[in-house]
């Protein structure tokens, strides 16, 4: 850069102009030209121009290979011809690696012509290294460049070894070393101690091994060996090996060429893969029983000689075993060869050495007779020596000879009597028959002998193992062991010697089904007693949970009920329970059940309140949630609405029992605060001016019935006013008695109109209108009466005019509509009629005699030979509505002596009478109609 | 033709008699393992020599390989003989008489080579002669390499050895006969390489 600014600055201003413009261009033709200087030189090497500026120089030395690691100068010489040409010296040589301006700082002019830049080798470093100058001070021009590989000098190589492949290929290979990144010549060199072999080349770029030929080797001859490694940047070798190559053999594998069978022996003939004389070797002999995966082998030193034979011993008769071997040097040097192809053989048979196991099952069918069904085991493969063709089974009764059959099947069945049998078995093969198994069939009523005891299961090993403890007996021959799932009947079972305490279960034991174990002791005279256990496997959550019900349910508790999961699904010992339960928007409880529980109580639960509940079924593996259930707390506990509605109906009704005594007892208690006064008419002074009642006949034979007796009212019409009337009270009574007008028996008062009945056929439209009265009866108040007079009538002065201070109406019924019927209901309510009826007839005795008689002709009137009268009369002061009736009555005291008068002055009813008709004629000038045919009717006495 | 200078012959003669005294432990179990590799090569080779005997009567035809057919064997310039007095073979020191068995097979390879050579000619379609031959030639060449290395390792000079003469051009059964000689030669001198090493072997135990 310094050079350039110094030729900038000396030249005029165009010809810096020039530059600039030529500068892109010389950018570009020096790119350009280095692309295409690469191109070319990658098919070269390196680039050496033969003219122009680009023959100008040349770059020494050129190396195809840079080593890592090392430094590398080059140098740049210009051409004379060029420094005279292009006026440009080595001072303006720029060097590049790969586009890469080197800094000038590495450059050393050595002189005009030559530049030199030193290089460390990296393994980054690029080529191509150029250099090039600028003509002209601007456009650089690359004059030359090389390529080459940054590489690395072999490494020595090291681990040489070599193995001998039987006799033929003798190999050794090596460790390379580093990669070197540069094609690299390994040789494997191999020499004997007089003779130099030719160089082993390995082939398609292997270089870590070669194969040395068969014709430069020997056994039995040192071979030294060494690998030389050599590429651009240097060479290598490793140790020497010096290696006998039968110390490095490994044999071929021998091949088995027959196997010769005995009963309990084989015997192998291979052939060897190496002559005695060229590699004595010895062996590893394998053999298994086939589908076994453990092989034994025969013992090393039985094998250490050079043989080509080998007879195995002690072998199992009438077993297929597999067989294979492998050798090695004697020498133990070298390697061990593969493992021979396996070969296949089977030793002969011989008889049975045991006879199979034996029990039996016993089903009583009647008294005498017994199906015994034998069953016997096969064989197992080792006990049996060969192929069983059959079984001959003897059954004998008492030492005699019972049944003796042939047969291949494994069970029998017989039927025998209660007596006691000997069953014995035996097996046959081709070489002969087994020792007979013996089993006792006891007579019937035989007492089982001691059984076992201590009966525990326990899994090991992925067994089902039982274990138990053995009767304190000596004379115990073997021990059955019985096994059975819950739902599966088909019994299996094994036998186990006499000094056996405990034993897996050799079946198809299943987990999580749960199996009852036996064990029965069999002894000479028969079995003991068997004693079972039931266990699993393996135990897993139950399938299904337990269905949770509600059996009661109440207000804080509820009784809970659920059934036994099946056996089937519950997979394992259920140990426990647990419920959960759970509010509406409340938290879940649970509570843990024991297993022998069926149904369990929760309490303190919320009344009225809505649960879930689920139960969790739990064994030793887990638990298994069964449905949920829901069920409502009641609002009220059991016997709580008992509580409170007895106790409330029992006060009702003590309440009203006492009300009814205080009544009847204390009835004047009563009478203060529920009736108050009333104006009795009877003192009234405007009795002194009514009408006369007329006499009334009274025919006992003609009305049988009371009400009867008193169906005409005797109204006194104290005023023209025929609304003033209309208001007395005193025709309520006659209410109940409208409902029998149609039987001719009306007896509407007419009180208040023009209603008066001449008879009583005519009472229903009078009973009308009087109807009509009773409407406004409630307006009309006594005083109005009294002060008015009756039709302007002035009461005698020497009369007492009295008026009750009372403006109560005279019958309660009449204000209260609804409690009439209540009076027509009761027992009394004719006489209540009768009462009104009296009150009325007293009404009219008082207005017609006045002081005290005005009450008893009335009376006579009613019942004076009735005695059922009187009956009914005390029934009616009794009942309230008799009450209410008689407390009508203003003066009580008068009503009392009135009673007991209708008892006495019967006699003198006539008076009574009198006195109405000189009423009756009294009225009869204003409105006869009105009461004049009652009177007469009833006293008899008035004329019509 | 062995070719022994003054020195060597002074040396050599230095290892006649008793066991060399100044060989170290080490050496002389060097020596043991290689005498008892030459034992077991030369056992090996005595094999493939019988072999050899047999091929190669079976390929040479008639009078070859009959039974009554037994020639005279002939000498060759060179080669020495494998066979000596008892006394002469029990007196040969160490180095003597490794020395001969080198000579032997040093000559006997080159024979063996020659004898391929004719029988190439003379039955180039036996094929597991001329490869039993190659391989004998080759054996008996590893064999002399061992004896070599053996001597050195007991510091005995191994001798130069002069090639022997060409053989002189003959006809074909002169030739079979020569190669059936330089077989038996060959045999014998395994015979005879057995017997020393058997010696040496006691000599140099393991």
């Not at chain 1, 394998?286 to 072998?315: C, I």
């Not at chain 1, 007492?447 to 274990?467: R, Y």
């Not at chain 2, 590893?142 to 050895?161: D, E, H, Q, W, Y």
């Amino acid at each position: 850069m310094g050079i350039l600014d110094k030729m900038l600055s000396g030249w005029s201003w165009f010809i810096y102009a020039v530059p600039i413009v030529l500068s892109t261009y010389s950018v570009t033709v020096s790119h350009g030209l280095t692309s295409r200087l690469e191109e070319q030189l990658r098919g070269e090497q390196h680039f050496i121009s033969s003219s122009g500026p680009f023959g100008c120089a040349k770059i020494t030395p050129e190396p195809s290979a840079l080593a890592i690691g090392s430094q590398f100068t080059a140098f740049c010489t210009l051409n004379e011809t060029c420094i005279d040409s292009y006026k440009q010296n080595a001072s303006q040589i720029i060097w590049r690696i790969k586009a890469t301006k080197i800094p000038e700082e590495k450059y050393t002019i050595i002189n005009q012509t030559t530049s030199s830049v030193i290089l460390n080798v990296s393994s980054s470093l690029e080529s191509p290294l150029t250099c090039s100058i600028r003509f002209y001070g601007q456009i650089e021009q690359t004059l030359h460049g090389i390529f080459f590989t940054v590489s690395l000098p072999p490494d020595k190589p090291e681990n040489l070894t070599c193995i001998l492949y039987n006799k033929d290929i003798f190999t050794c290979t090596w460790n390379p070393g580093r990669p070197t990144f540069l094609h690299t010549n390994f040789t494997l060199k191999n020499q004997w101690s007089l003779k130099t072999h030719p160089d082993c080349i390995p082939r398609n770029n292997v270089n870590n091994s070669c194969t040395i030929p068969v014709d430069q080797f020997d056994v039995y001859i040192n071979s030294v060996l060494w690998v030389e490694a050599e590429n651009a940047l240097g060479k290598n070798r490793s140790d020497q090996l010096t290696v006998d190559p039968v110390d490095v053999v490994k044999p071929n594998p021998p091949v088995i060429e027959k196997v010769i069978c005995f009963e309990n022996a084989l015997k192998i003939v291979w052939k060897n893969p190496l002559d005695e004389v060229m590699v004595a070797l010895k062996y590893n002999i394998r053999y298994k029983v086939t589908g076994s995966m453990t092989w034994t082998k025969v013992p090393e030193e039985d094998t250490a000689t050079h043989r080509d034979s080998f007879t195995l011993q002690g072998l199992k008769p009438y077993t297929e075993y597999v067989i294979s071997l492998r050798c090695k040097s004697l020498k133990d040097t070298g390697h061990w060869s593969d493992w021979s192809k396996e070969k296949s053989a089977v030793t002969l048979e011989t008889k049975p050495i045991k006879g199979p196991d034996l029990w039996r099952k016993i089903d009583d069918f009647s008294q005498r007779d017994r199906q015994v069904l034998l069953k016997w085991k096969k064989l197992e493969h080792w006990n049996a020596n060969g192929l069983i063709k059959g079984y001959t089974v003897t059954i004998k009764k008492k030492r005699q000879p019972f049944l003796m059959i042939n047969t291949t099947e494994t069970s029998y069945t017989v039927n025998l009597t209660k007596d006691a049998y000997m069953v014995t078995v035996k097996a046959y093969n081709k070489a002969g028959v087994s020792p007979e198994s013996m089993l006792t069939i006891p007579a019937k009523d035989f007492k089982e002998l001691p059984g076992v005891t201590n009966i525990t299961t326990f899994v090991k090993d992925k067994q089902l193992w039982v274990e138990w403890t053995a009767p304190n007996v000596s004379d115990i021959e073997r021990y059955i062991i019985e096994w059975h799932t819950k739902s599966n009947s088909t019994t299996e079972w094994q036998q186990e010697s006499s000094s056996s305490q405990c034993t897996f279960l050799q079946g198809n034991i299943i987990p999580m089904k749960r199996y009852m174990i036996s064990i029965y002791p069999l002894y000479k005279d028969g079995h003991g007693r068997g004693q079972s256990i039931e266990a699993y496997l393996k135990q897993g959550n139950p399938t299904i949970g337990p269905s949770i019900i509600t059996k009661k349910v109440g207000k804080n508790e509820v009784l809970l009920t659920w059934n036994q999961i099946p056996v089937d699904d519950q997979n394992g010992f259920i140990r426990n329970y647990t419920i959960f339960y759970k509010p509406n928007n409340g938290n879940e409880s649970s509570v843990t059940v024991d297993e022998t529980c069926r149904e369990y109580t929760l309490s303190s639960l919320s009344g009225n309140t809505q649960y879930l509940v689920r139960m969790k079924a739990y064994t030793d593996s887990g638990g298994t949630n069964g449905p949920d259930f829901t069920f409502t707390t009641l609002k009220f506990a059991n016997g709580e609405i008992e509580i409170i509605v007895i106790p409330a109906c029992l006060a009702f009704l003590f309440t009203t029992v006492l009300g009814v005594l205080v009544c009847f007892y204390k009835p004047d208690i009563f009478k203060k605060y529920i009736w108050p006064n009333v104006p009795d008419p009877s003192k009234s002074n405007i009795a002194q001016w009514s009408p006369q009642t007329p006499t009334r006949n009274f025919n006992s034979k003609n009305q049988p019935y009371p009400e009867c007796n008193f169906p005409d009212v005797s109204v006194v019409e104290i005023t023209a006013d025929k609304r003033s009337f209309s208001e007395q009270n005193d025709i309520k009574p006659l209410d109940p008695l409208k409902k029998e007008k149609s039987t001719s028996e009306g007896h509407s008062s007419g009180i208040g109109g023009s209603s008066c009945m001449s008879s009583p056929r005519q009472s229903v439209s009078d009973s009308d209108e009087s109807e009509s009265a009773q409407t406004t009866s409630s307006t009309v108040q006594y005083s109005t009466v009294v002060l008015s007079g009756y039709r302007d009538q002035q009461p005698p002065a020497a009369q007492t005019f009295t008026r009750s201070e009372s403006t109560q109406p005279l019958l309660d019924s009449e204000e209260r509509p609804e409690e009439s019927p209540a009076g027509e209901g009761i027992p009394g309510g004719d006489s209540a009629v009768q009462a009104n009826q009296y009150f009325k007839q007293n009404c009219s005795h008082a207005e017609t005699t006045g002081g005290e008689l005005h009450v008893e002709h009335p009376r006579q009137d009613l019942h004076p030979i009735n005695e059922e009268d009187l009956v009914k009369l005390n029934q009616l002061q009794a009942s309230d509505q008799g009450f209410q009736l008689s407390r009508a009555w203003p003066v009580e005291n008068q009503l009392e002596e009135s009673e007991s008068d209708i008892l006495h002055t019967n006699p003198e009813g006539h008076v009574g009478m009198k006195l109405e008709s000189s009423v009756l004629s009294a009225a009869t000038d204003e409105e006869p109609k009105c009461y004049l045919p009652q009177t007469v009717r009833r006293g008899g006495y008035m004329p019509q | 033709m062995e070719v022994l200078t003054g020195e060597e012959r002074r040396k050599t003669r230095q290892g006649f008699g008793s066991r060399p005294t100044r060989l170290s432990s080490a050496q002389s179990q060097e020596a043991a393992r290689k005498i008892e590799q030459i034992c077991k090569q030369v056992l090996l080779l005595t094999a493939n020599s019988q072999e050899l005997l047999q091929k190669y009567l079976k390929h040479q035809g008639d009078p070859f390989g009959q039974p009554d057919f037994h020639p005279e064997l002939m000498d060759f310039p060179g080669l020495p003989s494998p066979d000596l007095s008892q006394e002469a073979w029990l007196s040969l020191s160490d180095a003597e008489r490794l020395r001969q068995n080198y000579v032997a097979y040093t000559i006997l390879t080159d024979f063996l080579s020659e004898v391929k050579c004719w029988q190439e000619d003379l039955n180039p379609n036996a094929f597991d002669l001329l490869a039993l031959l190659e391989k004998s030639a080759k054996q008996a060449l590893g064999l002399r390499s061992n004896v070599a290395s053996l001597m050195k390792t007991l510091c005995f000079l191994v001798p130069l050895v002069s090639p022997p003469p060409a053989f002189e051009a003959s006809p074909d059964f002169i030739k079979k006969l020569k190669g059936w000689s330089i077989c038996r030669h060959y045999q014998d001198w395994l015979h005879r390489t057995e017997r020393d090493f058997t010696v040496l072997a006691q000599r140099y135990p393991l």
